[in-house]
């Protein structure tokens, strides 16, 4: 009996673990042995040569998440080793949305470049301790040298060149005596080892390039593999995570660690599997080419899978954290389904955006008993999901629109909306009935002639009668134009990088991923601020662009209502 106590801590115990990832399992034991002095120092290194995207994100909640949960920090670097692809707006703009997701970096942001001069005397070092080369072979030489991973590669036949000469070479590569191309600055570590990046891997190369921030300081430059440990080593990160590519490459940054003869807490790395979405590009690459070609409108294009583009399409900093929690962090790639996003989005808007009246394909409706020039304000719920978001006042006259889809002349047996002859709820205003439909000469319905009962104000029964459905609607005379753009899919494949022969990701693009149309809305939605997001009701979610005025009121959509996650996962 005593010993109960004891068995019920560690099913807690256990219980915590199993809920644990692997790499909090592995925080969680460097911790209690005392490692790097029980800290936890995370970083973000993105590379400033595009804008992020929605797999960054998942690091960036992941880096920034451990360290919130450990009590430690998180270091923003940018990886800016390569002068001729980095930006500053690349900068500027990653800033932003690591902010907008919620986190805030320790101290100012780090560079690579930062630490140009630490690495350069690194090289040094190593270059005193018989570690490093200057070789004169030109790229393709030296990728043929490589070897295959069957087949061990050709030694440089620069390789045992003296310290001295060495020295003398780097040094004059190092002050631009040496033109581009010429050499390089290698490892010296094993051209048989059956880890490719093991084979003399280059350290430095010459390049004549004007650097975002050290300027023509350099002419030389570090290759991402020297320079990204040391990086990590010179600031103090514990744990340094990446996704699985990497993998092969731990044993290149551990070697450069050991023989540079790198002293105290060291970095370890850990990699996990990136995020592959479905219907989704995320490659930079591919992202750059979208922009540049004009199949999109910008990098914040809301078609487009990087945050600035979710930001505008109307996506929350908390849903995009609450999709990187649900997919949590494996080891093994996979492909997740881009609804599982869509879902996390309409759950957040579900309980945070206004409802609001809107038609997108306008049917005509003329209630015959109303009296002409009336007008009257009707009470409606801003949020059923919040009770603070009180209600507003909707403006109802004797002529409105509804949704065209929500009248069938002769509706088959499961449509339950307006037909003739059937009596339906106008959403918070009136019962109504349809007694006519009017054609135009080539037979098209143009306008619906109906009735309303005065007693159902609100849209509450006068007598406990029923109506199988209720419909939107706005007023003819109050309803406000915007242009409405409906949003879809970039592409209709599933995964789009699967291309037919001889044809890429850009075949696979939706010809239907944005259709606009010209809304009619109910005359509150003018007083929206750029940003702002609504349900527009039976319709999907729709955020005011960024462009918003109320002079040329532009309204995006975010997502429709239909959950095909939770049809999928089985939920709700
Ligand atoms: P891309 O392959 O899209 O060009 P990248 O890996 O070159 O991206 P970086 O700027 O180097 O882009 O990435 C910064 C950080 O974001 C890295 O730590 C990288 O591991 C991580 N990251 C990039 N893409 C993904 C992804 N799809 N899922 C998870 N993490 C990612
Ligand atoms: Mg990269």
Request: glycine share 6%; hydrophobic share 30%.
């Amino acid at each position: 009996m005593s010993d109960h106590p004891v068995v019920d801590a560690n099913a807690a115990s256990e219980e915590k673990k199993k809920s644990l990832n692997f790499i909090e399992l592995m925080i969680e034991e460097d911790l209690k042995n005392g490692k790097n002095n029980g800290r936890v120092h995370t970083r973000f290194p993105p590379e400033p040569n595009g804008y992020l995207h929605i797999g960054h994100a998942k690091s960036i909640c992941l880096n920034f998440g451990l360290a919130e949960k450990y009590n430690g920090k998180t270091n923003l670097r940018f990886d800016d080793t390569n002068p001729s692809t980095e930006d500053t707006e690349y900068v500027d703009s990653i800033m932003e949305d690591v902010r907008w997701l919620g986190f805030q970096w320790d101290k100012e942001p780090y560079y690579a470049s930062d630490y140009f001069d630490t690495l350069h005397e690194y090289a040094i070092r190593l270059i005193e301790n018989g570690k490093a080369y200057v070789c004169h072979l030109t790229q393709e030489e030296a990728s043929a040298n490589r070897g295959t991973p069957n087949k061990p590669g050709i030694e440089s036949p620069y390789r045992y060149r003296s310290v001295e000469e060495n020295l003398e070479l780097f040094r004059k590569m190092r002050n631009g005596e040496l033109p581009e191309g010429t050499c390089t600055l290698r490892a010296k570590i094993d051209m048989a080892s059956p880890n490719m990046h093991l084979r003399d891997p280059a350290m430095y190369r010459i390049k004549f390039a004007h650097h975002h921030r050290t300027g023509d300081k350099w002419c030389i430059y570090p290759m991402y593999d020297f320079a990204h440990g040391q990086s990590d080593y010179v600031e103090g990160i514990t744990h340094s995570i990446c996704t699985l590519e990497f993998e092969v490459h731990r044993p290149l940054y551990d070697w450069f660690v050991e023989n540079i003869g790198l002293t105290g807490d060291r970095p370890y790395q850990t990699e996990f599997a990136r995020l592959n979405l479905s219907y989704t590009v995320m490659s930079k690459r591919k992202l750059l080419q979208l922009v540049n070609e004009k199949i999109v409108t910008g990098w914040d294009d809301p078609r487009m899978p990087t945050i600035c583009g979710y930001r505008r399409r109307g996506y929350t900093p908390e849903s995009i954290r609450m999709f990187a929690d649900k997919i949590g962090v494996a080891k093994r790639e996979n492909l997740i389904d881009v609804s599982l996003l869509e879902h996390c989005i309409r759950e957040d808007l579900n309980k945070k955006a206004n409802r609001a009246l809107a038609v997108l394909n306008p049917l005509k409706m003329v209630i015959t008993n109303y009296p002409e020039g009336q007008t009257e304000e009707l009470e409606a719920i801003n949020n059923p999901e919040d009770e603070n978001a009180g209600t507003r006042m909707v403006p109802f006259s004797r002529e409105v629109y509804i949704e065209r889809d929500d009248f069938m002349e002769d509706p088959p047996k499961k449509f339950f909306r307006l037909a003739p002859g059937r009596e339906v709820r106008l959403r918070y205003a009136y019962f109504i009935k349809c007694n006519d439909v009017i054609k135009d000469n080539d037979g098209n319905i143009v306008a619906l002639h109906c009735t309303y009962d005065p007693e159902s104000k609100g849209g509450k029964s006068p007598d406990g009668r029923s109506v199988k459905a209720t419909i939107h609607w706005v007023s003819a005379e109050h309803a406000v134009k915007a242009e409405v753009r409906l949003y879809d899919r970039l592409f209709v494949s599933p995964n789009p990088d699967d291309a037919e022969e001889g044809k890429d990701f850009k075949s696979n693009l939706n010809p239907d991923s944005l259709k606009l149309v010209t809304g009619l809305l109910e005359p509150s939605l003018l007083k929206a601020t750029p940003g702002e997001k609504y349900q527009f009701e039976r319709i999907g979610y729709f955020c005011a662009d960024k462009d918003f005025t109320p002079e040329k009121p532009v309204f995006n959509r975010t997502v429709s209502l239909k959950d095909t996650w939770a049809k999928v996962s089985g939920q709700m």
